[in-house]
């Protein structure tokens, strides 16, 4: 007598039909292009050191949409002509690196110039920096020119440093362009000018390849 | 002595305003002690002065006929009173009969084109090239040019008078004069000189002193051959300022029109020549004011300035003047050079120094009224060396510590081992269905049979 299949069997058959299936989609999910859910990270260049708050943001704790956090300050950078406004927050360098841990902020880079309600009480440059992406309009994005080429800014553009105190206008000078290990041996660039606003980000592109090169932009109130 | 004569007034005119900046060269000055610790400060405070006569009546008669010498002045723009200055200078006699008449005092012998005649352009005729002034002033070293025929002398008569009116700066004191006549016939014939002093009886000259700083001079009947020209030299006045007791020799050129017994009457101004700070008989250079192309240096009058006391040391009207030592160089400024002179009061002003000024010494002057004036003139020199404009001292520029800049934000390096980890997941369980499956519907081994 042909004993009949115990239904253990099938439901082994079953067990393997479902991960047949959801191997597949599992499969086909990992080998998906795009960004999907991606969070996105600020590159690490040698010889750059984390600097101390990134393992508590919120961008990189966990993808995106926390990437976007933006952080809430009563001192603002404004730049008109490009539609840049970012919070400002300070920011104190580790390593000699400025690796801003938010991409959706500026920082003024400590211990030099503060945000100062009149530029008569500045005493030292005051440095913002903020991540570029290569695409998009978070943090100096809008700085960087469409095909990557240059700035998007010119001589003559205004540059606004909102405090609670007072508004300081700076006119954008001059942009230039330096090599990452450049930078830190350009002495016009962290010469003490009390009345300067230097902007540093990275020349960042969209193909994802780590920036060669920064890009400083030197306003004068 | 040989002397000739010529008729080139301009040359002499030229050439003796040369003599006379030489003049002021000899007398060049010194910084004025208590200088500002910024602006250099030139006081105009003489320890002593000479007092130059001027024989009015010459330089106006030479203006008038001469246009191109001491009248062109100031169309140069160089001012009546440098004008007449340079006029002034044309009268100078030349170096041998200087030498002769024994004038050794250093005004007289700037006027006689003395060693540095060619030191520096004349004033009136700055524009003029230097050519033409290095002709004259070679004229009277090399030919000893005497008269300024063409206009100005002080028409006499043979056996007639001279009245001469002194200012009363000055006083006759040992008076000691000369009557030179000319040769007209022959311009290589010495002179025929008489003197109060003469070395022969026949050519006496008689001055009589009228009382009221007036002197009457008896001029000859007959001169023999010579004339109808005549130079008159009055030395031996004194002044009567104890800072001011040297007087120039008196140099008044004459023409005699015929023989009589009239009295001409002529009254010369006084010019008061000193320096800021050296003595006049000074042989020792003067120092310079260090001063600095594009810089500034101020001229001030302290209130006991000898300058004072004869009326003079007045910045709010003075003119300035300056000129390169260089004697190739024609380089000069004036006060009426727009921006040279900047005027704060009588005591005071601020000289401007060009920025593209030459270095190096520079002589200077200030003079103030008219030669041709009763009131008379003054002229004061210095001396400034012209630094060039020192470097500025870079000063240290503070910088920060420079910093690298992490600022590129990409796309995470973790996204792709993430799908790869998915991707090795489905594999897995594709492979764990595979073998469930492969286990499910394998067919069961069965026991043995027993038995």
Same mark, same amino acid.
């Given at each position: 007598v042909r004993r009949p299949r115990l239904p253990l069997r099938r439901i082994a058959l079953a067990v393997a039909a479902v991960l047949a299936l959801t191997g597949v989609l599992v499969l086909l999910a990992g080998l998906s292009p795009g960004r999907g859910e991606a969070a996105l990270h600020p590159v690490a260049a040698a010889p750059s050191t984390p600097s101390g708050p990134r393992e508590e943001a919120p961008g990189t704790a966990s993808p995106s949409p926390v990437a976007r956090y933006t952080p809430s300050s009563d001192v603002r950078l404004v730049i008109p002509s490009v539609g840049v406004d970012l919070p400002l927050l300070p920011m104190t360098p580790s390593g000699g690196t400025i690796d801003p841990p938010l991409l959706t902020a500026g920082y003024w880079i400590e211990p030099y110039g503060v945000p100062v309600g009149d530029a008569a009480e500045a005493s030292n440059t005051l440095y913002v920096a903020a991540h570029s992406a290569g695409h998009g309009d978070d943090g100096f994005d809008p700085l960087i020119a469409g095909d990557g080429a240059d700035s998007t800014l010119g001589s003559g553009d205004v540059v606004e440093v909102r405090t609670p105190s007072g508004t300081v206008r700076y006119s954008v000078q001059s942009t230039h362009r330096y090599g990452k290990d450049e930078l830190p041996g350009a002495d016009e660039v962290w010469e003490v000018s009390p009345g300067r606003l230097v902007l540093v980000t990275c020349f960042q592109r969209a193909d994802g390849r780590e920036a060669t090169e920064n890009l400083v932009v030197v306003a004068e109130s | 002595m040989e002397l000739r004569r010529s008729s080139s007034v301009r040359l002499l005119c030229r050439a003796g305003a040369a003599a006379l900046l030489a003049g002021a060269a000899c007398l060049a000055g010194a910084p004025a002690a208590g200088a500002a610790e910024d602006t250099p400060v030139v006081a105009l405070d003489p320890p002593d002065a000479t007092i130059l006569l001027v024989p009015v009546e010459n330089l106006a008669?030479?203006?008038?006929?001469?246009?191109?010498?001491?009248?062109?002045?100031? *169309?140069?723009?160089?001012?009546?009173?440098?004008?007449?200055?340079?006029?002034?200078?044309?009268?100078?006699?030349?170096?041998? /009969?200087?030498?002769?008449? %024994?004038?050794?005092?250093?005004?007289?012998?700037?006027? =006689?084109?003395?060693? @540095? *005649?060619?030191?520096?352009? =004349?004033? =009136?005729?700055?524009?003029?090239?230097?050519?033409?002034?290095?002709?004259?002033?070679?004229?009277?070293?090399?030919?000893?040019? /005497?008269?300024?025929?063409?206009?100005?002398? $002080?028409?006499?008569?043979?056996?007639?008078?001279?009245? @001469? !009116?002194?200012?009363?700066?000055?006083?006759?004191?040992?008076? @000691?004069?000369? @009557? &030179?006549?000319?040769?007209? =016939?022959?311009?290589?014939?010495?002179?025929?000189?008489f003197s109060t002093d003469p070395g022969d009886p026949a050519d006496q000259l008689t001055v009589d002193d009228l009382g009221g700083n007036e002197l009457a001079v008896r001029l000859p009947a007959d001169t023999g051959t010579y004339g109808p020209e005549a130079l008159l030299v009055v030395d031996g006045l004194t002044g009567t300022d104890p800072q001011a007791s040297m007087v120039a020799p008196l140099l008044y050129y004459l023409q005699f029109t015929g023989s009589g017994t009239g009295?001409?009457?002529?009254?010369?101004?006084?010019?008061?020549?000193?320096?800021?700070?050296?003595?006049?008989?000074?042989?020792?250079?003067?120092?310079?004011?260090?001063?600095?192309?594009?810089?500034?240096?101020?001229?001030?009058?302290?209130?006991?300035?000898?300058? !004072?006391?004869?009326?003079?040391?007045?910045?709010?009207?003075?003119?300035?003047?300056?000129?390169?030592?260089?004697?190739?160089? &024609?380089?000069?400024?004036?006060?009426?050079?727009?921006?040279?002179?900047?005027?704060?009061?009588?005591?005071?002003?601020?000289?401007?120094?060009?920025?593209?000024?030459?270095?190096?010494?520079?002589? %200077?002057?200030?003079?103030?009224? +008219?030669?041709?004036?009763?009131?008379?003139?003054?002229?004061?020199?210095?001396?400034?060396?012209?630094?060039?404009?020192?470097?500025?001292?870079?000063?240290?520029?503070? $910088?920060?510590?420079?910093?690298?800049? +992490?600022?590129?934000?990409?796309?995470? &390096? !973790?996204?792709?081992?993430?799908?790869?980890?998915? *991707?090795?997941?489905?594999?897995?369980?594709?492979?764990?269905?595979?073998?469930?499956?492969? &286990?499910?519907?394998?067919?069961?081994?069965?026991?043995?049979?027993? %038995?």
């Open positions: - | 008669g030479l203006a008038e006929a001469d246009p191109l010498g001491a009248g062109s002045a100031a *169309a140069d723009g160089a001012g009546d009173a440098s004008a007449a200055l340079a006029g002034l200078a044309a009268l100078a006699p030349p170096p041998e /009969l200087a030498e002769a008449l %024994g004038v050794e005092d250093p005004v007289a012998a700037s006027l =006689a084109g003395g060693p @540095l *005649a060619g030191a520096a352009a =004349a004033p =009136a005729d700055a524009s003029a090239d230097a050519s033409s002034a290095d002709a004259g002033v070679a004229a009277l070293g090399d030919t000893g040019i /005497l008269s300024h025929t063409g206009g100005g002398e $002080v028409d006499v008569e043979l056996g007639g008078t001279l009245t @001469l !009116r002194l200012p009363p700066v000055v006083q006759p004191g040992d008076l @000691l004069a000369d @009557l &030179v006549v000319f040769d007209d =016939a022959d311009p290589e014939a010495e002179p025929r000189v009295t001409a009457t002529v009254e010369p101004s006084a010019g008061v020549i000193a320096d800021v700070s050296c003595p006049v008989e000074s042989e020792e250079p003067c120092p310079g004011t260090p001063v600095t192309a594009g810089g500034s240096f101020d001229l001030t009058v302290p209130p006991t300035s000898l300058l !004072r006391s004869f009326g003079f040391g007045r910045l709010d009207t003075a003119g300035v003047e300056l000129y390169a030592e260089d004697e190739d160089s &024609v380089e000069n400024y004036s006060s009426e050079d727009e921006g040279l002179l900047t005027r704060h009061d009588a005591s005071r002003a601020t000289v401007n120094v060009p920025e593209d000024i030459s270095t190096g010494t520079f002589y %200077g002057f200030t003079w103030e009224g +008219d030669p041709l004036d009763a009131g008379g003139f003054a002229v004061t020199t210095f001396t400034v060396d012209v630094q060039p404009v020192a470097e500025p001292v870079a000063e240290p520029v503070a $910088v920060n510590a420079g910093l690298h800049s +992490d600022t590129g934000w990409v796309e995470d &390096v !973790r996204e792709a081992s993430a799908g790869s980890t998915k *991707a090795a997941a489905g594999i897995t369980m594709l492979v764990v269905a595979g073998l469930i499956t492969v &286990v499910a519907v394998a067919p069961r081994r069965r026991p043995p049979a027993e %038995g």
